[in-house]
């Protein structure tokens, strides 16, 4: 029996959020002082799949990260328009771009 727990909605966008955090965010420290500088910890999501765009499109930024940026960007921007019965799916999308990102960015992605 699987008794992991699913992360809520709520929870998501919080995940999403705590990687473009100005002072915490791996996004933002990735990109340096001369990219974007990220969100505030109470951004809403139109703020956070913005966000995710601007660093997706961030010339310092390395390209496999860039280009699962800017999925997480897409995923993103429809949750913020998608109707109750979609936003999660949107949101694990973006979720999952996101971590997917971040593996690029450790050298971890597959070829």
Same mark, same amino acid.
């Given at each position: 029996?699987?008794?992991?727990?699913?992360?809520?909605?709520?929870?998501?966008?919080?995940?999403?959020?705590?990687?473009?955090?100005?002072?915490?965010?791996?996004?933002?420290?990735?990109?340096?002082?001369?990219?974007?500088?990220?969100?505030?910890?109470?951004?809403?999501?139109?703020?956070? @799949?913005? #966000?995710?765009?601007e660093f997706a499109n961030t010339p310092t930024t390395p390209p496999a990260v860039a +280009?699962?940026? /800017?999925? &997480?960007?897409?995923?993103?921007?429809?949750?913020?328009? @998608?109707? #109750?019965?979609?936003?999660?799916?949107?949101?694990?999308?973006?979720?999952?771009?996101?971590? +997917?990102?971040? /593996?690029? &960015?450790?050298?971890?992605?597959?070829?």
């Open positions: 029996m699987n008794t992991e727990k699913r992360l809520t909605a709520p929870e998501l966008v919080d995940e999403i959020r705590s990687s473009l955090i100005v002072a915490t965010g791996w996004i933002p420290a990735l990109s340096g002082p001369d990219g974007p500088s990220g969100v505030p910890e109470d951004a809403p999501l139109s703020e956070i @799949a913005r #966000s995710l765009g +280009q699962q940026l /800017r999925r &997480a960007a897409e995923s993103a921007a429809a949750a913020t328009s @998608a109707d #109750s019965a979609t936003v999660y799916g949107h949101l694990g999308a973006a979720y999952a771009y996101v971590l +997917q990102a971040h /593996r690029a &960015a450790s050298g971890d992605a597959p070829n």
